[in-house]
């Protein structure tokens, strides 16, 4: 398999973290955000939406984009160890938290947005505040989604990393890098501190990839 990512790119570090979770391993072909390399021809033809991650699988040629869907793929051909609970009502209790992040929180505070935010004309600081309070507020939804429904393992749904902790650990690395007040969300750096221990988590870190600068 060929994953194209990104260093710093939060979507294609939770699929990385998901390989790593399964065993599983891929060729890495960065593409610089900053510098445009993801609109190129070339892999516009790749992904017609121009983002990150695709994956390239092995033998046929398909091509998977968007990460929840790439790691709902990898748990459902590579089902051990699983990435969501088995019964229907905590695989929804999972997938809520991972979209609240994925589809409500990540998508309005990522370069694409701030670069938007910047052409109409808000300076730095503004874009900041602007990021820091998005995520401010989603993480406050997500600690409440795990008190009604997490349960108390060390993970954010048991005892075992899935896709709930595998989209929440690279949020918190963009709340930490914007300086979001993680005091109210107690629960969530509990949960990333058990993941930080975690081989699979600490080779998936932006700072171990080959394009990291």
Not at 29 to 50: F, V, W
Not at 110 to 117: A, C, E, H, P, S
Not at 173 to 196: I, K, S, T, W, Y
Request: proline share 8%; net charge negative; charged share 25%.
């Amino acid at each position: 398999m060929i994953l194209h990512g990104y260093f710093r790119s939060s979507a294609a570090w939770r699929v990385r973290i998901a390989l790593n979770l399964k065993g599983l391993t891929a060729e890495h072909r960065p593409h610089h955000l900053r510098r445009g390399e993801h609109r190129d021809a070339g892999y516009m033809r790749l992904n017609p939406q121009g983002l990150v991650p695709a994956l390239e699988l092995d033998g046929g040629g398909a091509v998977l984009t968007q990460s929840l869907a790439i790691c709902e793929y990898l748990d459902e051909t590579h089902p051990e160890p699983p990435l969501l609970p088995r019964e229907p009502l905590g695989r929804a209790r999972v997938r809520a938290f991972a979209q609240a992040i994925a589809c409500d929180i990540h998508p309005v505070q990522n370069l694409k947005v701030l670069n938007r935010l910047a052409a109409l004309g808000l300076d730095q600081d503004a874009r900041n505040t602007w990021a820091r309070e998005v995520i401010a507020e989603g993480l406050a939804a997500c600690e409440a989604l795990l008190a009604e429904g997490g349960g108390r393992g060390r993970f954010c749904f048991g005892d075992r990393p899935g896709l709930a902790d595998l989209c929440l650990v690279p949020q918190l690395q963009n709340a930490h890098r914007f300086g979001v007040d993680l005091g109210p969300v107690p629960r969530l750096l509990a949960v990333e501190a058990a993941c930080a221990e975690l081989p699979e988590f600490q080779a998936a870190a932006p700072e171990r990839q080959p394009d990291a600068e």
